[in-house]
């Protein structure tokens, strides 16, 4: 049997910066994973550049049943320390928009910068590594696995949530918990696009490519992003963000006219522009084979002139207030996040060790912790990452 102080389960985001933090402290740490390959979903992110964190990160970007759980990691390991991380590396990078930080090449060099860290701090790394059963022992934990038996003081689950199996997610890290009396709150996919099986599928399926400005509301929470319609029904960030509060049956507002009052601008288009008819003024606002579709489907085009109040009201509504009732989503599969997980209420915010089985420590995705789309998720996985690491 191999004894290791500190054996972490997953070479993800957060696995990385727990494994590389608690090396750097001076503890030995052998970290392992069943992939093939360390860091795939960083790979992937950001479209293949990684949106690593955002600079205007905050407590309020997070979901979770136990609101002020993350608010001791996020504070103890900040986006301006992983900055500075990245600026160390010398790896370029820009602001995409609202705070989120994209790499200027691609994800592999935030991959890379962990990796080194991770190399040059000592850190064992085992790929291609199974974790048949694990068993709690007198002063620490026991690991049957494909490497042997292995034995260690500090046991960090840092495997993820559900989503993109593809990947390799897998539900280990639920399994573990529940193993050692802990709590796991119901699981769903977040930041993922919707379904739709309505008329409105067609809408969707011939304006499949097209993007536009909107806000998206769904109880009580409203995003101001782009929305892209698809074959299946509508994805884009302001999609993926209301989806993480949508449940099935719940209604979805979309203003499709952000910058206007509805209302106001068709009576004001009616006053100046009585001859011009409504799907030319859409025109000039959506491209001509939305303004088209969207004419032909939800309304009669015709002069503004024509329009009476009550007409124009209508309009108006379906501009600026169209209802919607998705289907579903497109689920795990394309999910960017796992809502749910671990009950944060049974873990330490200081520490991230468990409250029911010493020596045992939760971080990352596994946990009840899920941030808003742009940079934030990764945040939470370094922060929890590193402070975890404080006291593996």
Same mark, same amino acid.
């Given at each position: 049997?191999?004894?290791?102080?500190?054996?972490?389960?997953?070479?993800?985001? %957060?696995?990385?910066?727990?494994?590389?933090?608690?090396?750097?402290?001076?503890?030995?740490?052998?970290?392992? /994973?069943?992939?093939?390959?360390?860091?795939?979903?960083i790979l992937?992110?950001?479209?293949?550049?990684?949106?690593?964190?955002?600079?205007?990160?905050?407590?309020?970007?997070?979901?979770?049943?136990?609101?002020?759980?993350?608010?001791?990691?996020?504070?103890?390991?900040?986006?301006?320390?992983?900055i500075a991380?990245?600026?160390?590396?010398?790896?370029?990078?820009?602001?995409k928009k609202?705070?989120? &930080?994209?790499?200027?090449?691609?994800?592999?060099?935030?991959?890379?910068?962990?990796?080194?860290?991770? *190399?040059?701090?000592?850190?064992?790394?085992?790929?291609?590594?199974?974790?048949?059963s694990?068993?709690?022992?007198?002063?620490?934990y026991?690991?049957?696995?494909? &490497? +042997?038996?292995?034995?260690?003081?500090?046991?960090?689950?840092?495997?993820?949530?559900?989503?993109?199996?593809t990947?390799?997610?897998t539900?280990?890290?639920?399994?573990?918990?529940?193993?050692? +009396?802990?709590?796991?709150?119901?699981?769903?996919?977040?930041?993922?696009?919707?379904?739709?099986?309505?008329?409105?599928?067609?809408?969707?399926?011939?304006?499949?490519?097209?993007?536009?400005?909107?806000v998206?509301?769904?109880?009580?929470?409203a995003?101001?992003?782009?929305?892209?319609?698809?074959?299946?029904?509508?994805?884009?960030?302001a999609?993926l963000?209301?989806?993480?509060?949508?449940?099935?049956?719940?209604?979805? $507002?979309?203003?499709?006219l952000? /910058?206007?009052?509805?209302?106001?601008?068709?009576?004001q288009q009616?006053? *100046?522009?009585?001859?011009? $008819?409504?799907?030319?003024?859409?025109? *000039?606002?959506?491209?001509?084979?939305?303004?088209?579709?969207? %004419?032909?489907?939800?309304?009669?085009?015709?002069?503004m002139?024509?329009?009476?109040?009550?007409e124009?009201?209508?309009?108006?509504?379906? &501009?600026?207030a169209?209802?919607?009732?998705p289907?579903?989503?497109?689920?795990y599969?394309?999910?960017?996040?796992?809502?749910?997980?671990?009950?944060?209420?049974?873990?330490?915010?200081?520490t991230?060790?468990?409250?029911?089985?010493?020596?045992?420590?939760?971080?990352? *995705?596994?946990? /009840?912790?899920?941030?808003?789309?742009?940079?934030?998720?990764?945040?939470?996985?370094?922060?929890?990452?590193?402070?975890?690491?404080?006291y593996v």
């Open positions: 049997m191999r004894s290791t102080p500190v054996i972490i389960i997953g070479a993800g985001a %957060a696995g990385l910066m727990c494994a590389l933090s608690a090396a750097q402290r001076g503890r030995e740490v052998l970290l392992i /994973d069943h992939a093939n390959k360390p860091g795939k979903k992937m992110s950001g479209g293949g550049r990684c949106n690593f964190t955002n600079m205007y990160t905050e407590p309020a970007n997070f979901l979770s049943q136990n609101p002020h759980f993350c608010k001791s990691a996020l504070a103890r390991y900040t986006q301006w320390d992983f991380l990245v600026a160390k590396h010398g790896v370029p990078y820009h602001e609202l705070g989120q &930080l994209f790499c200027d090449n691609k994800s592999s060099d935030i991959l890379g910068l962990l990796l080194a860290d991770c *190399e040059s701090a000592g850190v064992e790394l085992r790929m291609d590594t199974s974790v048949q694990i068993e709690k022992t007198a002063d620490g026991r690991l049957q696995t494909s &490497l +042997g038996l292995l034995a260690c003081q500090s046991l960090v689950v840092a495997t993820g949530g559900l989503s993109i199996p990947l390799g997610a539900g280990f890290g639920y399994q573990i918990a529940r193993q050692f +009396g802990h709590s796991v709150l119901p699981t769903r996919a977040g930041l993922v696009p919707f379904t739709i099986t309505d008329q409105l599928k067609d809408i969707c399926t011939e304006l499949s490519g097209t993007s536009v400005d909107c998206a509301s769904c109880n009580d929470q995003f101001r992003e782009n929305l892209l319609f698809t074959h299946r029904g509508l994805s884009g960030p999609i963000q209301i989806s993480s509060f949508w449940q099935p049956g719940d209604t979805v $507002e979309i203003n499709l952000p /910058d206007h009052d509805a209302l106001a601008w068709l009576q009616q006053a *100046e522009r009585p001859n011009s $008819e409504l799907k030319t003024l859409l025109g *000039e606002v959506f491209t001509k084979k939305m303004a088209n579709l969207l %004419a032909e489907h939800w309304f009669v085009s015709k002069p002139k024509q329009y009476t109040p009550a124009l009201q209508t309009v108006a509504n379906a &501009l600026g169209w209802q919607l009732v289907a579903g989503t497109e689920g599969r394309t999910a960017e996040v796992t809502l749910g997980g671990v009950d944060t209420r049974e873990v330490s915010s200081k991230l060790e468990s409250l029911k089985s010493p020596g045992l420590y939760f971080i990352g *995705e596994v946990l /009840d912790v899920s941030g808003h789309l742009g940079g934030f998720n990764f945040q939470w996985a370094w922060a929890s990452g590193y402070a975890a690491a404080q």
